[in-house]
């Protein structure tokens, strides 16, 4: 939902600074990669009992994870470049939740379950939309220029990383935040689902 709102501040200096990083020699996949590596830093962090330290890599993840299509812009943008990216964001995504849970299991398991299927049935129908979406030929830049078909929501990449912020500083209250996040997560691939039954019906 703020996507689109986000990508208008954000990709003016993720585009200047991308390109200072290609100009280095850094390409996207790389880029992509150390991402994921600062994400998974932080999901350890997390399991650990120090959330509060994690967000420091987690920011950090987010960040790369801006970068590198910014550095793909300046140098060369692939079809696997985009690939790698939604599948890194995707385990990203999932490795927070799980680390919250291994914490503290016996508080955080079941909420922890719950937003990981949500995550699971919402990403299904963000990618099954997106291969509609190629088939039919159909086009969007509102979340900014993405390899595949970027549908909106109630949930986007700005809400789940102000999510995941909140769960670092609260972590007392993951289990509240994880079912309610959860549930908004059903409510936007409920209605992505319903948006794609109108439109791709033949």
Same mark, same amino acid.
């Given at each position: 939902m703020l996507d689109r709102y986000a990508r208008q501040i954000i990709d003016p200096p993720l585009n200047h600074i991308g390109a200072t990083l290609a100009a280095r020699g850094f390409t996207a996949d790389g880029v992509t990669l150390i991402g994921l590596a600062l994400g998974l830093f932080a999901a350890l962090l997390i399991a650990v009992g120090q959330p509060g330290w994690a967000l420091i890599p987690l920011l950090a993840s987010r960040l790369a994870d801006g970068l590198d299509g910014a550095v793909a812009r300046a140098t060369r943008k692939t079809d696997f470049g985009g690939y790698l990216d939604?599948?890194?964001? *995707? %385990? &990203?995504?999932?490795?927070?939740?799980?680390? &919250?849970? /291994?914490?503290?299991?016996?508080?955080?398991? !079941?909420? #922890? !379950? *719950? %937003?990981? $299927?949500?995550?699971?049935?919402? #990403? =299904?129908? *963000?990618?099954?939309? !997106?291969?509609?979406? +190629?088939? @039919?030929? @159909?086009? =969007?830049?509102?979340? #900014?220029?993405?390899?595949?078909?970027?549908?909106? #929501?109630?949930? +986007?990449? $700005? +809400? $789940?990383?102000? &999510? &995941?912020?909140? /769960?670092c500083l609260l972590p007392a209250y993951f289990s509240l935040l994880a079912w309610v996040f959860g549930a908004l997560c059903f409510a936007t691939a409920t209605l992505r689902i319903y948006a794609a039954k109108h439109i791709y019906t033949n």
């Open positions: 939604i599948a890194v964001d *995707f %385990l &990203f995504y999932g490795a927070i939740p799980m680390a &919250f849970v /291994l914490y503290d299991p016996a508080t955080n398991g !079941a909420a #922890g !379950a *719950f %937003l990981l $299927t949500a995550f699971y049935f919402n #990403g =299904t129908s *963000f990618l099954g939309y !997106a291969i509609l979406a +190629e088939k @039919h030929g @159909h086009k =969007t830049d509102a979340q #900014g220029q993405k390899s595949l078909y970027y549908s909106n #929501g109630i949930l +986007e990449g $700005t +809400e $789940t990383i102000v &999510f &995941f912020i909140l /769960l």
